[in-house]
């Protein structure tokens, strides 16, 4: 049969065949698996069909437990049902897992393996999920490359029918999962002969069914529960014979022959690798190396049947001659006498030893190893050293590789030179930045080449840990023969760095070859480029004798409309100077490769690319390299002198990429990492940055307030202080009774501005002479990035305005306030951090959060730096991360917390009074602490305190010392997006709010997923198009605020600054000073909604003004004065609804999908804003006159 | 009574056609002005630059943000295709043809050569009678000359009328240096009908915000002055039909567009202030006015005001203050 070869991801692979075996697919979002959940939601909205001919029904749960317990359901009631998952969304379904197993329900889960977060998250790849999830009863297939992922998934559907088992079917994340390579593609008809009918039917004849009951899920007693679970062993007993059997059947349909454990390697070997996923591929090609050209008696053995593990089978497969094996694990369990399959290799030979037929006449000698944790690089050489480790006599048992273990000495050390990639292997390296779309052209290129030619693809894509000007490099691969190299590329042929800028922070030509080609866009004329490029670059090109191509990209995409977008232009020199194809053939299919991917929006998109790719080649240059080195440019260092030691030593490691040879020794013992250290990583990444004119500004402080990353600074000072001032420094009167004769002045933190312009478009001041111009306005970063530089450090040394004295209730009082959550590596334009850096001015210095996963949690705590800070008393937010769903709980345990131990230092301090004195403790234990005043005397008092029980040496004296700072009022927040607050994390949020604590709940409400790429949520609006919801949401926004009015007694704010700031502020204040549960909901605009997020405070008014987003307070104090508890702070919708929506891409794309639903949705969703108004309004104009009395 | 005209061809039942305007947005709308005595109906613009525009904004935003992160390598579900282009008003065209019995006259603004042609050609396919060419065009380019702007005019009407089939109108600017040539080269040039004129928004300040706001002021009978005097002056000197549109309110301004020699009167303002219902009172009016002045038809009176025919053809010539100062001397004599 003529099978189509494409080029796709591993995630796709795997959603083909779910898709086509399935009618209910349950799905929920988690990295790296939300893609095969995404693929779903569309094939189904177009109504793509299964191999029975009819669409799959496919719907988003609240959490993985939730999707597994629809799956369960859906099951029980006998429809073939599947779902998507990784990491913590595993462990999530476990619960259900065994229900499912237990009941011998024929399933499987599609799982991107994933690690575990332990002391930190990671969202990449290994084996600690499905590890987690091996003692479930659960059949566990593993591929290892795209092609099969796609084959096993057929593979499984037909096992989990025929065994009866489930199955977990799983391959590494992002390494397969993400990884784009070309396979042959299933037709539907192999599909359909992979399924037999009637053990479907059989799977309906056992689901719940009225019309035949019966029942299951009883619960048991000590008298047969333990027989019920030995009852299932035959099942278990005949699984690999029968997933052999569909091996079997598939090779007969496809030609490719798998076996539970395939060997792979010298007949004659006596060493052995055993190994499952992904990183059984770099072993295989590691191997045969080492067997081909150094003669090595070496093998390979993949083990695809994980659970129920075939023992016989796995004998078999090894060679007679083995006489030592290393087992690789791709997880690890802390305590254990070894890693599980490691543990499972050696109770197999055990047993086959003790058995009356033993393959071996001595027992081989086996050493198990950790390798790729979290997508760690498993490269040839690291199978390499792992061989030579078993020549060993003595081989390390219990190793890891691929790391420096300095601590406990378990790494096995390897030869980076040693490198297997060969001449049949078009090998290219590209830098570029996420904006530019360099990772969507490659993925492009790969498509043609893989598709449109005879050749192998593979594409592998690098990204950064922030969410604005981050940066990627593509690792792209072509040959004749299927690439099987699962590691980054280690030399290349080709390089191409798609922003000049990067050259300031990576040794891009690092891989390359000699002889190789190296593309460079510069903004620079060709004449001028090579003096401007880094010395030790010009000597890298000279010595390596490379080829040097230079376009300037941007002036060509300016000049065809083309806006930042490089893509197109860089593709077309890719093609035109590697000669992976014929040039003029490349531009045929670069210009095919457009038509597919730009015709469904429109020609004039398509027009344009035409033009770029047109207009490229009259624009590239081959640059006549001198022979001598001209350049005294250096690269910049990393972070500056003044960082401390872990920032230079470390910290700086990770930000130039180097972070694989940090060592162990370097790294905490337990996550914990120092605060604000996200100051030292300059990364000068906004073209254009605000500029402040002081004779313009009316000192209103919104720029400060809406600055995402806390670049826009302001301080009221002593005028004296800028006698000492750089020249360039600005100043001014600073206005207002409360700052009289003091100096003012805006300082722009221009290397940590991200060039978002939120700040021009909020100020109001104009310039009377160009009212094009405000207070602030954007200018060109580089001819002020010195100046600014100075003046930013200067102004940093200016002392803080007294908090005591401001008026934090005004915007400008609180924007004199210093923000404690700085330089985050949020989206430029973010709608979520202004929030959240307001609270940290506030209350920063005596706060603790808890941060849900999202997000927050990224530009709030992936490393390399974080953006939590702290004040120079030392004093800041303390910060931590425990999961996704339990983030109010979380919080909750630290309200708890604080609440005893502040208790108990209270019951200490009277135990004491004696000692430390009594007018102290009494007025410590009286203080009110409601403002920044009281707080400030508290502080003191506290102070007298700890410096008295310094001097005591009575235990209880010293437990005081150690926990006197809970006796200073402490603020709990507890923060997150809506994918927690309205899903996932719903019920303990809600149980929380119910128990009456002063925990402040803050909801950075963006209505979708936006971590995870986009998805639907419960508050996401009626008639949005989002991922999981690619036909529009038919279903209203969940009211959050009105659920949680109902218990009465939690303050409920819902707000939106760019509607109303000052009445964003007073619900935060408010929120903080209610003594019990709190909960804000903050409106974030976000790049998930489409639209320039310079005008994202604008669309909050829209928001606001159509009535999508009411603003209101309601606070249970006001009851006990008789007073209404809700209060409208927005007046009734003034526009419709339809004026605020269809401004944003999210809305409008579904008019240009399905005007009709679209009309149809916009109905339901005005209805639904004027049935809420109404309510509300209702709600606000009731009288609470009679409620007085009863308090 | 006769109101029937004849308008770039098409016989109408009465001069009174609802120039491009939003009324024309529904299908039910169309029919109500149909159901009020509506002659034929142009229907609001096509305009390229807002086709253009919208693509490239949806290609933007669609990929804005992607391939940056590894969580979110994208933010919106793949789809196969979006309905962009001109697909949506050109199947309105078609339903109003199914839903209607008058000509429905499509409008088009174009921005480039071959898109002026290629939209003309959509909207010819789609149904529509009668096409009106709505050339919008603010050239504020200093190096951009009368004559230039005078050729776009003219080639861009060539470019069409060699292309499509149905009449095609073009809608006039007021500000040409010549008008009357202007009218003789686009005539030349095979025009249908000219309609005149556009009325262009001017826009206005804010002085509390201090930002220049568009202001849409709806025109009053005043304004049909302009059209009235070039539709008088042109009147018999070119072969193609003449449009008057911008402030016609009421039957007289009907009347008097018929006198100086147009064949159709077009409404909007009116329409939009005091709803459709007011073209049957125009025509209820128009026609006890004729009865009692005593006109067949419209035909009769068509051009008897025109400059050839009046007493006095130099009144449409004179500047106001000319025509004032002869007032003078007349008093003085």
Redesign the interface.
């Known amino acids: 049969m003529d099978r189509k070869k494409i080029t796709i991801d591993g995630n796709e692979a795997a959603a083909y065949v779910a898709y086509h075996n399935s009618e209910v697919i349950a799905i929920y979002p988690i990295t790296p698996s939300s893609g095969m959940g995404e693929m779903s939601d569309e094939w189904a909205a177009r109504g793509k069909k299964n191999i029975w001919g009819t669409i799959p029904l496919v719907s988003e749960l609240q959490s993985e437990g939730g999707a597994s317990g629809a799956v369960h359901g859906a099951l029980q009631s006998g429809a073939l049902t599947t779902t998507f998952t990784a990491s913590q969304g595993l462990l999530l379904m476990i619960p259900n897992m065994y229900k499912i197993a237990g009941e011998l329900t024929p399933t499987v889960f599609h799982v991107s393996a994933r690690s575990i977060a332990a002391s930190a998250l990671s969202i990449f790849g290994d084996h600690s999920d499905v590890m987690a999830a091996r003692q479930t009863g659960w059949a566990m297939l593993a591929s290892s490359s795209n092609q099969e992922v796609m084959d096993m998934a057929a593979i499984a559907h037909r096992a989990t029918l025929a065994s009866r088992i489930p199955f977990v079917h799983f391959f590494d994340g992002f390494r397969t999962s993400h990884e784009v390579n070309k396979i042959e593609q299933l037709t539907v008809a192999d599909l359909r002969a992979m399924i037999d009918d009637k053990l479907v039917r059989d799977h309906r004849e056992r689901a719940l069914k009225p019309d035949n009951p019966f029942i299951r899920g009883t619960a048991q007693n000590p008298d047969v529960y333990f027989q019920g679970r030995e009852a299932v062993n035959k099942f278990y007993n005949a699984c690999p014979d029968v997933v052999q059997n569909a091996m079997d059947k598939f090779a007969e349909l496809t030609g490719r022959q798998y076996h539970l454990f395939d060997y792979f390697g010298a007949p004659d070997a006596k060493r052995v690798m055993v190994i499952m996923g992904s990183g059984g591929e770099s072993a295989l090609e590691a191997m045969e190396y080492m067997t081909t050209r150094m003669e090595e008696k070496i093998g390979i053995l993949k083990v695809r049947l994980f659970r129920p593990f075939g023992v016989e089978q796995f004998m078999h497969a090894l060679p007679d001659t083995v006489e030592k094996i290393a087992v690789l694990d791709r997880t690890k369990e802390p305590g254990s006498i070894g890693e599980p399959l490691y543990q499972d290799i050696i109770t197999a030979l055990n047993e086959n030893m003790d058995s009356d037929k033993p393959k071996f006449s001595k027992m081989p000698k086996v050493i198990g190893g950790r390798y790729g944790l979290s997508s760690k690089e498993f490269t040839p050489a690291m199978v390499k050293a792992v061989f030579d480790e078993m020549k060993k006599d003595k081989p390390k048992n219990h190793f890891t590789i691929g790391i420096n273990d300095d601590v406990t000495h378990t790494s096995l050390e390897f030869d980076p030179s040693f490198v297997t990639e060969g001449d049949d292997v078009v090998r290219a390296m590209f830098y570029g930045l996420g904006a530019d779309g360099t990772v969507g052209a490659n993925k492009n290129s790969i498509k043609i080449i893989g598709e449109e030619t005879e050749n192998y693809a593979q594409g592998y894509f690098v990204y950064d840990s922030k969410k604005s000007g981050s940066t990627t490099v593509s690792h792209l691969r072509f040959g004749k023969n299927e690439i099987h190299s699962t590691y980054l590329i280690q030399t290349a042929n080709f390089i191409g760095c798609h922003q000049f800028n990067l050259l300031e922070n990576f040794d891009v030509l690092e891989n390359i070859v000699d002889g190789g080609t190296f593309l460079l866009n510069s903004p620079y004329p060709k004449e001028e480029v090579w003096d401007i490029l880094p010395k030790k670059m010009q000597a890298q090109i000279i010595e390596k004798n490379l080829n040097f191509y230079v376009i300037d990209a941007y002036t060509v995409a300016k000049n065809t409309g083309m806006g930042a977008r490089i893509n197109t232009i860089m593709q077309t020199c890719f093609f035109a100077i590697s000669g992976v194809l014929p040039k003029d053939e490349a531009i045929t299919q670069i210009k095919n490769a457009i038509k597919k991917t730009y015709g469904g929006k429109g020609e004039i998109v398509v027009k344009k690319n035409f033009e770029a790719v047109d207009g490229t080649l009259a624009n590239l240059y081959k640059i006549d390299v001198p022979d001598h080195v001209t350049s005294q440019i250096a690269r910049p260092p990393v972070v500056s002198d003044k960082a401390p030691d872990y920032v230079k030593n470390t910290l700086a490691m990770m930000m130039k990429g180097k972070g694989d040879l940090v060592p162990v020794s370097e790294m905490p013992l337990d996550g914990t990492f120092p605060s604000a250290t996200t100051q030292w990583e300059k990364r000068n990444i906004a073209l254009e940055v605000p500029e402040w004119d002081s004779d313009v500004c009316i000192q209103c402080g919104k720029c400060a307030m809406v600055c995402p990353h806390a670049t826009i600074r302001i301080k009221a000072y002593d005028k004296n202080l800028t006698e000492s001032a750089p020249e360039t420094f600005k100043w001014t009167e600073a206005r207002g009774k409360e700052y009289d004769g003091l100096a003012y002045t805006i300082q722009v933190a221009v290397e940590d501005c991200t060039g978002c312009s939120l700040c021009v478009e909020v100020c109001p001041a104009k310039n009377k002479r160009e009212t094009g111009k405000k207070a602030i306005n954007m200018v060109p970063q580089i001819p002020l990035r010195e100046q600014e530089r100075v003046n930013y450090d200067y102004f940093l040394e200016l002392p803080e305005f007294d908090r005591t004295k401001l008026n934090v209730g005004s915007i400008k009082g609180s924007q004199l306030l210093q923000p404690l959550f700085e330089y985050s590596g949020a989206c430029s334009g973010c709608g979520e951090t202004p929030y959240v850096k307001l609270v940290s001015q506030l209350f920063g210095d005596r706060a603790i959060i808890a941060n849900a996963t999202g997000c927050s949690s990224i530009y709030g705590g992936n490393l390399p730096t974080t953006p939590w800070a702290k004040n120079k008393e030392g004093r800041g937010p303390a910060w931590s991360n425990s999961l996704f769903e339990d983030n109010a709980e979380f919080g909750f345990g630290m309200r708890l917390s604080i609440d005893k131990q502040t208790e108990y230092a209270a019951e200490l301090l009277k135990g004491l009074e004696n000692e430390v004195g009594s007018e102290l403790v009494n007025s410590i234990l009286t203080a009110e602490q409601k403002d920044e005043s009281d707080i400030y005397d508290q502080r003191q008092r506290v102070a007298q305190l700890k410096e008295k029980l310094s001097k005591l040496t009575s235990d209880e004296a010293q437990n005081l010392l150690m926990i006197a700072d809970y006796l200073v009022k402490k603020s709990v927040w507890i923060m997150g997006g809506d994918g927690w607050a309205y899903d996932i994390g719903y019920g303990g949020l809600d149980h929380v709010i119910a128990q009456g604590k002063n925990v402040n709940i803050l909801v950075l409400d963006t209505e979708v997923y936006s971590n995870t790429g986009g998805q639907m949520s419960k508050a996401t609006g009626l008639g949005a198009v989002a991922k999981f919801a690619a036909a529009g949401r038919p279903n209203p926004k969940k009211d959050l605020g009105m659920m949680a009015m109902g218990y009465g007694n939690v303050y409920v704010a819902q707000i939106a600054m760019g509607a109303n700031d000052t009445q964003t502020l007073k619900a935060i204040l408010e929120a903080e000073a209610y003594d019990g549960p709190s909960i804000i909901i903050a409106y974030s605009h976000c790049i998930a909604h489409g639209y320039d997020l310079a005008k994202g405070m604008e669309h909050q008014q829209l928001a606001v003004d159509s009535g999508h987003w009411p603003l209101y307070r309601f606070n249970p104090e006001n009851v006990k004065e008789g007073k209404n508890p809700l209060r409208l702070d927005s007046k009734a919708p003034k526009i419709k609804l339809q004026d605020y929506i269809y401004t944003e891409t999210r809305y409008k794309m579904l008019q240009k999908i399905d005007p009709e639903r679209t009309k149809y949705l916009l109905g339901l969703a005005q209805a639904e804003v004027n049935k809420k108004w109404s309510h509300y309004s209702q709600l606000a104009a009731m009288d609470y006159s009679g409620a007085k009395e009863q308090v | 009574m006769d109101l029937s005209t004849k308008y770039m061809g098409l016989k109408l039942k009465n001069p009174i056609v609802p120039s491009a305007s939003p009324l024309s947005q529904t299908v039910d709308s169309v029919k109500a002005m149909e159901d009020a005595g509506a002659s034929a109906v142009v229907v609001y613009s096509l305009f390229e630059e807002q086709?253009?525009h919208?693509?490239?904004?949806?290609?933007?935003?669609?990929?804005?943000?992607?391939?940056?992160?590894?969580?979110?390598?994208?933010?919106?579900?793949?789809?196969?295709?979006?309905?962009?282009?001109p697909y949506?008003y050109l199947d309105h065209i078609a339903n109003l043809k199914k839903a209607t019995d008058i000509p429905i006259i499509g409008s088009l603004n174009g921005v480039s050569s071959g898109g002026w042609v290629k939209y003309a050609k959509n909207i010819e396919q789609a149904g529509a009678d009668a096409l009106e060419l709505n050339v919008y065009y603010i050239p504020t380019n200093v190096n951009l000359t009368g004559s230039e702007i005078e050729n776009m005019y003219v080639d861009t009407l060539k470019a069409v009328k060699e292309q499509i089939k149905i009449p095609v109108a073009i809608k006039l600017s007021p500000f040409f240096t010549s008008m009357s040539n202007m009218a003789r080269r686009l005539d030349n040039a095979g025009a249908d009908a000219l309609v005149m004129f556009n009325r262009f928004y001017q826009p206005d300040f804010d002085l509390e915000?201090?930002?220049v706001v568009p202001n849409l002021v709806l025109s009053t009978n005043w304004e049909m002055r302009l059209p009235l005097r070039w539709i008088a002056i042109l009147y018999g000197q070119i072969k193609a039909s003449m449009a008057a549109t911008s402030g016609v309110h009421g039957c007289s301004d009907v009347l008097k567009v018929m006198m100086a020699g147009g064949d159709v009167a077009m409404v909007c303002s009116e329409l939009l202030m005091n709803g459709v219902g007011r073209i049957s009172t125009m025509l209820k009016e128009l026609e006890n006015w004729m009865i009692e002045n005593e006109y067949d038809s419209i035909e009769m009176m068509q051009g008897s005001m025109s400059q050839k025919a009046v007493q006095e053809p130099a009144a449409f010539e004179r500047a106001n203050y000319m025509k004032a100062l002869q007032s003078y001397k007349t008093t003085l004599i």
Do not use: F, R, V
């Open positions: 086709i253009t919208e693509s490239g904004e949806l290609d933007h935003y669609l990929s804005y943000g992607a391939e940056s992160y590894a969580e979110a390598t994208s933010y919106y579900p793949e789809q196969e295709a979006y309905n962009m282009g949506e915000k201090l930002e």
